[in-house]
């Protein structure tokens, strides 16, 4: 890969994959096509059959276009999988002189499963038969495509040894690859399915853009192995490039990850816009060769290049799942999965991811709302999904949902709550509010961080609910109805009155545990200032603060603490709390043992 200024831009190039049964001429087939053989290694060579992904491309009818040739044997049917994450049509190769046969009806269940809407079936071999076995062999595949996306595509009779059908192929081809493709625009995202070393390169990996783009001095992100790492450069179609968009075959040259450390299976991707699951819900359909999902299997569960074990469970009788994966997988709300057992040596199923995080139980209506956005933009999923989970931080609605930003629900810093959540958030406050002011009717309100931690939110979203409560307020950190007033009542005011004689009698008070009026009582007048607080179990009514801040200055300069306590009739334990409390708040400073008075503004 050349260290040189990238000076070419390719933009959306459609990618056609070939599958079918081993030895129907698939690879042959696209060699015809585009004049390169896409069996790249010396074991396929040998064997004559595809074994890992082939790759090659041309122009049909002035459209550049892609081929990624997957093998068709049984034993290769990961690589077959691996193959068929990332293409926009699809070239089923069905031999005339063999018919349909079992990897073409499993590959035609996973291009059913993964709902690949546009492709072709080419009849090949059609040199090798006469004219009725073309016509019964052609009949067979509408039998057998009945029913499934397949049913739309053309048939065509190709030979590619003669010549015979390949234009009518042509034709076919670049009517089925002239729908446009999905945006370009949004986050990064590619799976690997081939990685290798370049002697004054490094690591190279190659895959198709699935989402996004790519160019060259991009930062990316690779999982689930983790790790970061930067595109030293672009190759497309054996060209350089320094820009590379969604639909395109491209190998990558990272600049500091080791062969080791990537391979079939990652996902390079634009960092922190996806997560990693090893559990998810999702909707699940049998493949039409079984009436229903198995109880049981040694499943495997393919999305990308990528595969892992799995258990399924289901949870309604609409075809929603909980799936387990033993590893996990980036994924996203929408992306399509295949299902494999491999005791059956079968795809059993595909489907749809509905939520990629499974940390809840949902009900049966939040999956079906799930159900009902699975394949609209990322911005309707986020809100599906904020919707269903109540709250959730915004930078994971967005991996969930494919770069998805919700349009409704209050937000409060990096978090979002769902309308339904909201409102049952200012119920639930309204609701404490109004219990503790029965409890406690002379307290202010509830402090702020109780009632948050009562209802099981953040403290900015207590903040954005009181702002939209008409009847809820908040003042100095307490939460309270907007009407309330703690002030004492008619009792609790005569006991004061009381009590406030008896204290004001000399400075030599008793301790705040021994006065004679209530807890709840003695904690309001200390909030509403008749009581001072000077240490933990000692007060002074305000009229004896400021008689003594107003006699402060009748005290000698280094007044001592026996001189103090002799001038105001205090014992010990009430005088060295006061003079502390003096220091603190500024109307004397302690020099030594002895103490002088501020001067004060």
């Known amino acids: 890969m050349s260290r040189t200024r990238f000076r070419h831009c390719f933009s959306d190039m459609p990618i056609v994959g070939t599958a079918g049964h081993v030895d129907h001429g698939k690879s042959t087939l696209v060699k015809a096509l585009t004049g390169r053989d896409p069996d790249r290694w010396a074991e396929e060579k040998r064997r004559g059959l595809t074994i890992d992904l082939g790759f090659a491309w041309t122009d049909i009818k002035g459209i550049d276009v892609g081929f990624v040739d997957v093998p068709g044997h049984e034993r290769f049917i990961k690589n077959m999988l691996a193959g068929v994450g990332a293409i926009d049509c699809a070239l089923l190769v069905v031999a005339a002189d063999s018919g349909w046969m079992p990897q073409t009806e499993e590959h035609a269940a996973v291009l059913d499963l993964l709902n690949v809407e546009f492709g072709v079936i080419a009849l090949t071999r059609i040199d090798l038969v006469d004219n009725d076995t073309i016509e019964l062999a052609t009949l067979e595949i509408m039998e057998e495509t009945e029913g499934t996306v397949l049913e739309r595509w053309p048939v065509v009779p190709v030979s590619p040894v003669t010549g015979v059908g390949m234009d009518d192929l042509r034709q076919h081809l670049a009517a089925a690859i002239s729908n446009p493709a999905g945006p370009s625009d949004g986050p990064l995202r590619m799976w690997v399915d081939r990685s290798f070393t370049v002697s004054g390169a490094g690591v190279i990996v190659t895959g198709t853009i699935a989402h996004g783009s790519i160019s060259t001095g991009d930062e990316i992100e690779i999982l689930p192995r983790g790790g970061h790492d930067t595109v030293r450069g672009l190759h497309h179609h054996d060209e350089a490039s320094d820009h590379v968009d969604r639909g395109s075959r491209t190998a990558v040259n990272l600049q500091s990850t080791r062969l080791a450390s990537v391979g079939r299976g990652d996902l390079l991707c634009s960092p922190g816009s996806i997560n990693v699951s090893d559990a998810m819900f999702a909707l699940l359909q049998p493949a039409r060769s079984f009436e229903e999902i198995p109880g049981r299997g040694a499943f495997h569960f393919h999305v990308g290049t990528a ?108 978090m979002v709550l769902s309308p339904a959540r909201a409102a049952a958030v200012l119920e639930d406050v309204t609701k404490i509010v109004a219990e503790y002011h029965t409890l406690h009717p002379l307290r202010p309100g509830i402090p702020k961080a109780e009632l948050a931690t009562r209802i099981g939110v953040s403290l900015g979203f207590v903040d954005v609910t009181v702002e939209a409560a008409s009847a809820i307020s908040e003042s100095n950190g307490f939460v309270h109805n907007v009407d309330f007033v703690n002030e004492l009542p008619p009792d609790a005011m005569a006991e004061w009155a009381g009590a406030k004689v008896v204290l004001e009698q000399s400075f030599d008070v008793p301790r705040m545990s021994a006065i004679e009026l209530g807890d709840e009582t003695i904690h309001a007048l200390i909030r509403s200032g008749d009581l001072v607080k000077i240490a933990p179990d000692l007060v002074f009514t305000s009229g004896q603060l400021a008689e003594i801040q107003s006699r402060l200055n009748d005290l000698p300069d280094g007044f001592s603490v026996s001189e103090f306590k002799d001038t105001f009739g205090m014992t010990r334990r009430q005088a060295v709390p006061m003079l502390e409390w003096l220091d603190k708040s500024g109307w004397t400073k302690r020099v030594g043992d002895g103490r002088t008075v501020r001067p004060q503004r």
């Not at 999956?367 to 599906?384: E, H």
């Open 307 to 414: 595969h892992s074990p799995a258990t399924i469970r289901q949870l309604f009788g609409d075809g929603s799942y909980l799936i387990n994966l033993s590893e996990p997988v980036p994924i996203t709300m929408g992306d399509r999965f295949i299902l494999r057992d491999s005791g059956r040596q079968a795809v059993v199923g595909g489907g749809q991811v509905l939520e990629p995080s499974a940390g809840y139980r949902p009900t049966e209506d939040q999956l079906a709302l799930l159900a009902t956005v699975v394949d609209s933009p990322p911005d309707d999923k986020a809100d599906a999904l904020l919707s269903v989970r109540g709250t959730s931080d915004l930078k994971l609605l967005a991996q969930a949902s494919g770069g998805g930003s919700p349009s409704i629900g209050p937000t409060a810093g990096s």
